[in-house]
């Protein structure tokens, strides 16, 4: 399994950016699948997921402003995020995650994930 993240880069505060995340050897309609992100010297946080079903979920910090979407055809995943902030500032990665009511998953290997950049 490949995970391919793209889509980030600079921004400032309040503006908005798209991610994506390509997945070869995994067909994401078939997986719950969602975006973390890390920050240096913190763990990877989950920040959005997507079940097989397209339900979604959000972290806190993130709802209202981030949209999780997946383009079955394309096998692609997508990752929208609206008024940025400093606190958005990480290295974003896509995977499998955790099915609503559990905590943990065997995630597959991590791609390269896409940096993001909020500051003024």
């Known amino acids: 399994v490949q995970f391919v993240e793209s889509g980030g880069g600079a921004v400032q505060p309040g503006e908005s950016l798209k991610l994506s995340c390509t997945a070869s050897?995994?067909?994401?309609?078939?997986?719950?699948v969602g975006w973390y992100r890390q920050v240096p010297g913190k763990q990877r946080e989950l920040v959005a997921r997507?079940?097989?079903?397209?339900?979604?979920h959000y972290a806190d910090a993130v709802k209202g402003r981030f949209t999780i979407s997946r383009d079955n055809a394309a096998n692609t995943l997508f990752l929208e995020m609206n008024s940025l902030g400093a606190e958005d500032t990480a290295v974003y990665y896509c995977?499998?995650?955790?099915?609503?009511?559990?905590?943990?998953?065997?995630?597959?290997?991590w791609g390269q994930g896409t940096q993001v950049t909020v500051s003024s």
């Open positions: 995977n499998k995650a955790p099915a609503p009511g559990f905590t943990t998953i065997r995630a597959e290997a």
């Open positions: 997507i079940t097989r079903g397209g339900i979604t």
């Open positions: 050897g995994l067909v994401l309609s078939t997986n719950v």
